[in-house]
């Protein structure tokens, strides 16, 4: 199949099918009646399979949020950052100590919202770089943190933490896990039950390709208890719109203790459907093929790739600018060849391109927009032989 038309490739917010957009588009319904409840039950039921956590009935008064995993989803209407803020404000007092280790711009925003909160041991690595193991289990060793939070999927620097092994470390030293997977849920495979996650946060404009503005998270029932221990004990940090307890005296009934993003949940809802019909695996796979053509094409023409060889995300590649070339060449890229790749952020803005490989992007919009790359390069002086792009992602 050829793709024709504009390719947007960006890391997120991806591109949105044509049922989710006509989801948004229905008629605004009130919030209290059975008729948005009724969405809440599916929205919820297509979370926990996002969430990769045991089913659950899509209907009303079902406890669509929760199932035998002793997991329940909650909406946030706010983006992925609101939701992440909303597990740490409820999660900890301000005398808490937790472990936030960091390689990226995301990572580093996750510390920014605990300092807010709680005490931070800040393991700042360069960005890029994997993290060192070794020194985080030195630090959990000593018993002192309440718990680790990391960014699973680094879109800055197009890195995924090794999870897995970091789960493992807080078990064997009693220490919580909580995991920023917005740009990782729904797209590279996420294991809450497994790791023993105590929280996982998923933005819906990301792997999912929702719309933006609206996110999620799973708890487990320890992360609750904590919540509501707090709660009682009438220490905690202080939140009104971010109040999990209020969220959760709402759960059941299918509802939001505030006025919902109700169109929007209508959107992720459908999106969500779509990612139940190609399966959790299905899209895993569809994004790793997709990252690891990238990868082979552009290494194989001499580009460098910003992140460690062994942690290369599949929802976002990371690749230098070679000598000579800067951002002018994703201008051109958008205004002669409309096509759309992001830049970096920080200290390697201008330096480098981001390559999104999530959501529902097909393989032909993948290679079309490959071949346009190339041909942007070629026009800015850049010497490029001719390879055929769509071999990589055979």
């Not at 985080?136 to 090794?162: F, P």
């Not at 790793?288 to 552009?298: E, H, P």
């Amino acid at each position: 199949m050829t793709h024709e038309g504009d390719c947007f490739l960006v890391p997120g917010p991806v591109r949105m099918s044509e049922n989710c957009l006509q989801a948004m588009a229905t008629p605004v319904m009130t919030a209290r009646g059975p008729e948005f409840r009724e969405v809440m039950a599916g929205l919820n039921s297509g979370l926990r399979h996002a969430f990769n956590l045991s089913p659950s009935s899509p209907s009303m008064k079902s406890e669509s949020w929760s199932g035998e995993d002793g997991y329940k989803v909650v909406v946030v209407s706010g983006s992925g950052t609101a939701a992440m803020e909303m597990v740490i404000a409820n999660r900890f007092r301000n005398n808490d100590l937790v472990l936030v280790a960091t390689n990226g711009k995301f990572g580093e925003r996750v510390a920014a919202i605990c300092e807010q909160y709680c005490n931070v041991k800040h393991l700042k690595y360069e960005w890029g770089r994997e993290f060192d193991l070794g020194e985080m289990e030195l630090l959990l060793e000593r018993r002192c943190y309440e718990a680790v939070l990391i960014c699973h999927n680094e879109t800055s620097t197009g890195i995924t933490q090794d999870a897995e092994a970091i789960a493992e470390m807080c078990k064997r030293n009693e220490t919580g896990f909580i995991l920023d997977g917005i740009t990782s849920v729904g797209g590279i495979p996420v294991h809450p039950a497994e790791w023993n996650a105590e929280a996982v946060v998923v933005g819906a404009q990301k792997c999912t390709a929702g719309p933006s503005g609206i996110a999620a998270i799973a708890v487990n029932s320890h992360f609750i208890d904590r919540v509501q221990t707090i709660a009682k004990q009438g220490d905690g940090n202080p939140r009104y719109y971010l109040d999990l307890i209020a969220a959760l005296k709402k759960g059941d009934d299918d509802q939001t203790p505030w006025t919902p993003a109700i169109n929007l949940a209508m959107g992720w809802s459908a999106a969500l459907e779509n990612l139940k019909h190609e399966t959790n695996e299905g899209r895993w796979n569809r994004c790793q093929k997709l990252a690891s053509g990238v990868r082979k094409l552009f290494t194989d023409l001499g580009f460098t790739l910003l992140a460690d060889h062994g942690q290369r995300s599949n929802t976002v590649t990371a690749i230098m600018y070679p000598d000579g070339i800067d951002d002018s060449w994703r201008s051109t890229l958008k205004s002669t060849y409309n096509t759309q790749v992001i830049g970096a952020q920080d200290h390697l803005k201008g330096k480098m391109f981001r390559v999104g490989s999530m959501g529902e992007t097909p393989v032909s919009e993948m290679v079309e927009g490959c071949n346009r790359m190339l041909a942007c390069f070629r026009e800015l002086g850049h010497d490029l032989p001719e390879v055929d792009v769509a071999s990589y992602f055979a």
